[in-house]
C-alpha cells in the first residue's frame, strides 16, 4: 500500500555505445528489420544482441522519444536468449503514428544479478503520410485505415469523422487529438464491415468553432482473411423500437480457440465483424480486458517473461486499434519492483525450493484485470501463491496448504509500480481477510478459469485452494478508491486506495454472509444477494446504481448454503442487477434483480446504457455460448424486458458502444 514512484531511467541519450568502467554487459548490435527512413505506421521489428560476463540471465527494455520529446517507456525488461555466448533480445515489434521525425530507441540490456547495465541509442527516421493535403492508407488489419492529415494549429483539435459511402445515418467519430503544429495528425480508423467504401475527412476544432477538412477521401476496406476462423454470431432476439441506437457496436472479449487460433471482435447488433484482432501467443488464457479511449485496449497475454516458469497469463499489453503493441510489461520486472517495495510474498517462484516450505509465496500470473483509471495509473490484477500449514481452509490432506490469493497492482502510466494491495500482507489495520474464511464453494486449483499453478507437487496437500479469484476492479471518483469484485468469497469489497495515498484497509465488504450491508429485499427474493458476481461498477460517474452480473453460484448450490435449485431454471438462472449504494445506512437496494433465462457459471458483464437500459452478457452459458442482452426496465418494479440479444462464443465481457473511440465509463 505504498506509493513510491520507481523512476525510469536512461544512462544515455546520445547515440553510440555508452558502459560505465569494467562494466560487464556490452551491447553489440540493434538492427532494425527495414533501414531508416520509413512511413509513419510502419512496422519495424529490432533485434538486439549483447554479452555479459557474469552467468545472467540477461534482460532487454526498450523505449522510444521523438526528437527531444519525453521518453515513452514501449517494453519493459524481458529476459533474452543466451546462443554460443551471446544474449540475444526478445524480438522488439515496433509501429507508431505519433509523428513524423527522428526517433530515438533506447536499449537498455541489464544483468539484475549483478546490477550492472548497458544502454544503446539509435536513430530511426519516419517520413510524414500527408503532404499538403490528407490521405488514407491501408493498414495490416484489412478493417483498419490509417488516415493522416497536414499539421494544425496548436490550441486546436482534430478528429475524423467516417460513415458508408451512401448512408444517411450520422457519421461515426473519433477521438479527438491535440494539434501541435508541427507534425502531421495521424488516426487508426477502425469499425468498419468488409468490403465496404467509407468516406472520410478531418475536423478542426479551434474554440467552439469546428470546420471540416477542404476535401473528402473514400477507403474500401478489404476482405476478412481467410487464413482466420472467425466466430459465429446469430440474433437470438432482434433488436427493435426501444433499441439503444446510440451504442449499437459490441465488443466481444472471446474466449474461443478454433483451429488454434484465438480472435477478440467487434460486432454491430446482428452480429456482422466490424473489428477483430488475433492473438499471437495462443492459449485460452489471452484476453482482452478494456477498451480505451485513445485507439486502443488493455489484454493480458500468454508469452515469455523474465523469472517465470511458465508462459501462460506473463504479460500485460496495451495494443492500439491496429494491432501494434503500444505498451508492455510482464511479471518478471513486475516481481522484481513490487519485492522493491516490500511485498515479500511477490517474488519469482523460480526461487522456492521443492516443496514449497510454510511461509514460501510467489507471484504466478496476471489474471482478469487490466484497466486505465480516470487518474491515469492502470490497476492489473496477479495471483499470489502462499503456503500454510496443514489444516488451513479445513483441509484434510494433513500436509501444508497452498492457497490462491490475489494482489490488485497499480502502474504509472510508463506501467511502473505505484502501489499495490496484497491479501496476504496488506495494512494491519481496520477490517482483514481472514485466511481461514475458505470460497463457499470450495474451488480448487487447477481448474479451468484458475491462473497457473506453481507450488503444488509432492509434500503439499494436491489441490491450492482458490481462495478468492477476483475479477474487476472500479475506482470510485467520488473518493479515489477501489471496489473490487472477489469471486470466490461472494464479496465486492472497498479498499481505501486514495489515489495511492491511501492506508489500504478494507473499508467495508458486501455480501450475504459477513457482510457489513443489509439488503433491502423490496421484492421478497428467496435469495437475493448475487454470488460469484463478475464486473461489478458503479454507473453516472459514481453517482450510482452500481451494476454487477450475478452468476448466481452459491445461490443455486445446496442448503444451508443455497437455494438447492436446478441451474438453468427459473428462479435459478443468472440474474442482471442495478443496485444503490448508501453508505451512511449501510443498504443496499435492488433497482433491478432480473433473471435473464440462462445460467453462466463464469464470465459475464454489467453496464447502463445511454438510453437508461441495461445491458448484460452471460458470458458461459453451456460451457461454450454467450448471450450480449438488452433489458429495458419494468418501471415501479426491479424487473426489465429482454429486447435484443447476440448469441455468440464464450466470452469474459462485452461492452455496448457508440464506437471504438468512446468505450463505456464503468
Request: aromatic share 10%; proline share 7%; glycine share 10%.
Amino acid at each position: 500500500m505504498r506509493r513510491t514512484l520507481l523512476f525510469f531511467s536512461v544512462l544515455t541519450l546520445s547515440a553510440g555505445l555508452l558502459q560505465p568502467l569494467r562494466a560487464t554487459v556490452t551491447i553489440q548490435s540493434v538492427t532494425p528489420s527495414v533501414a531508416s527512413p520509413q512511413p509513419l505506421g510502419t512496422p519495424v521489428t529490432w533485434t538486439v544482441t549483447a554479452t555479459d560476463s557474469n552467468p545472467g540471465p540477461l534482460t532487454f527494455q526498450f523505449s522510444t522519444a521523438l526528437g527531444s520529446g519525453a521518453v515513452d517507456l514501449v517494453k519493459d525488461f524481458n529476459a533474452g536468449t543466451l546462443g554460443g555466448g551471446v544474449w540475444t533480445a526478445q524480438p522488439f515489434a515496433w509501429a507508431t503514428i505519433q509523428g513524423e521525425g527522428v526517433y530515438r530507441i533506447i536499449v537498455v540490456a541489464k544483468d539484475f544479478t549483478s546490477g550492472e547495465s548497458a544502454t544503446h541509442t539509435v536513430e530511426y527516421r519516419l517520413t510524414p503520410l500527408a503532404g499538403t493535403s490528407a490521405a488514407v492508407n491501408a493498414t495490416a488489419n484489412p478493417l483498419v485505415a490509417l488516415y493522416s492529415a497536414p499539421a494544425c494549429e496548436a490550441g486546436s483539435s482534430m478528429r475524423v469523422t467516417f460513415q458508408r459511402s451512401g448512408s444517411t445515418a450520422s457519421p461515426f467519430l473519433s477521438d479527438w487529438k491535440t494539434c501541435n503544429a508541427e507534425t502531421s495528425m495521424n488516426f487508426y480508423i477502425a469499425g468498419m464491415y468488409p468490403k465496404t467504401t467509407y468516406k472520410m475527412n478531418y475536423q478542426i476544432a479551434t474554440g467552439s468553432t469546428v470546420t471540416p477538412g477542404p476535401t473528402t477521401l473514400s477507403f474500401t476496406t478489404g476482405s476478412l482473411p481467410t487464413s482466420i476462423t472467425f466466430p459465429v454470431f446469430t440474433v437470438a432476439v432482434p433488436p427493435g423500437a426501444g433499441t439503444d441506437t446510440a451504442q449499437m457496436i459490441d465488443l466481444h472479449a472471446l474466449l474461443s480457440f478454433t483451429n488454434n487460433q484465438s480472435v477478440s471482435a467487434a460486432t454491430d447488433l446482428s452480429g456482422r465483424i466490424l473489428w477483430y484482432y488475433e492473438f499471437q501467443d495462443v492459449t485460452d488464457t489471452s484476453t482482452l480486458t478494456r477498451p480505451l479511449s485513445n485507439e486502443s485496449l488493455l489484454s493480458i497475454q500468454s508469452g515469455p517473461a523474465w523469472q517465470s516458469i511458465s508462459t501462460s497469463q506473463q504479460v500485460v499489453r496495451r495494443i492500439d486499434l491496429a494491432g501494434n503493441i503500444v505498451q508492455e510489461t510482464n511479471t518478471g520486472i513486475i516481481q522484481n519492483q513490487l519485492v522493491a517495495l516490500g511485498f515479500t510474498d511477490a517474488g519469482p517462484c523460480t526461487a522456492i525450493p521443492s516443496p514449497a516450505p510454510v511461509g514460501a509465496a510467489c507471484l504466478g500470473g496476471f489474471h482478469h484485470e487490466a484497466q486505465l483509471m480516470p487518474n491515469g495509473d492502470y490497476v492489473v490484477f496477479a495471483d499470489i501463491e502462499k503456503i500454510y500449514p496443514p489444516g488451513t481452509q479445513n483441509d484434510t490432506s494433513g500436509l501444508p496448504v497452498d492457497i490462491m490469493g490475489d494482489i490488485y497492482i497499480v502502474l504509472s502510466g510508463n506501467f511502473q509500480v505505484v502501489w499495490a494491495w496484497e491479501a496476504f500482507q496488506h495494512s494491519g489495520g481496520g477490517t482483514q481477510l481472514n485466511i481461514n474464511r475458505a470460497a463457499p464453494l470450495g474451488e480448487t486449483c487447477p481448474s479451468a478459469g484458475c491462473p497457473p499453478i506453481f507450488l503444488l507437487g509432492s509434500g503439499i496437500a494436491p489441490a491450492a485452494h482458490d481462495w478468492m479469484h477476483s475479477n474487476s476492479a472500479y475506482y470510485w471518483p467520488a473518493n479515489d478508491d477501489l471496489v473490487v469484485s472477489i469471486r470466490d468469497q461472494d464479496w465486492v469489497i472497498k479498499i481505501d486506495y486514495n489515489n495511492g495515498n491511501g492506508t489500504g484497509n478494507i473499508l467495508w465488504r458486501m455480501g450475504a454472509v459477513d457482510g457489513d450491508f443489509t439488503f433491502n429485499n423490496v421484492n421478497n427474493n428467496a435469495w437475493p444477494w448475487f454470488s460469484h458476481q463478475h464486473d461489478f461498477g458503479i454507473e453516472n460517474n459514481g453517482a450510482g446504481p452500481a451494476t454487477v452480473f450475478d452468476n448466481g453460484n452459491t445461490r443455486v448450490s445446496a442448503p444451508p448454503l443455497g437455494l438447492g435449485c436446478t441451474p438453468g431454471t427459473t428462479g435459478c438462472n443468472s440474474r442482471g442487477m442495478a443496485l444503490t449504494i448508501d453508505e451512511t445506512n449501510m443498504t443496499v437496494t435492488p433497482v433491478l434483480s432480473q433473471d435473464l433465462g440462462f445460467y453462466a457459471g463464469a464470465l459475464g458483464s454489467a453496464q447502463l446504457l445511454t438510453n437508461g437500459d441495461y445491458f448484460f452478457q452471460p458470458g458461459l452459458v453451456g460451457g461454450t455460448t454467450s448471450y450480449g442482452m438488452e433489458l429495458v426496465p419494468t418501471p415501479d418494479t426491479v424487473n426489465g424486458t429482454t429486447i435484443d440479444s447476440l448469441e455468440g462464443p464464450s466470452s469474459y465481457r462485452s461492452f455496448r458502444q457508440a464506437d471504438l473511440y468512446h468505450p463505456p465509463k464503468t
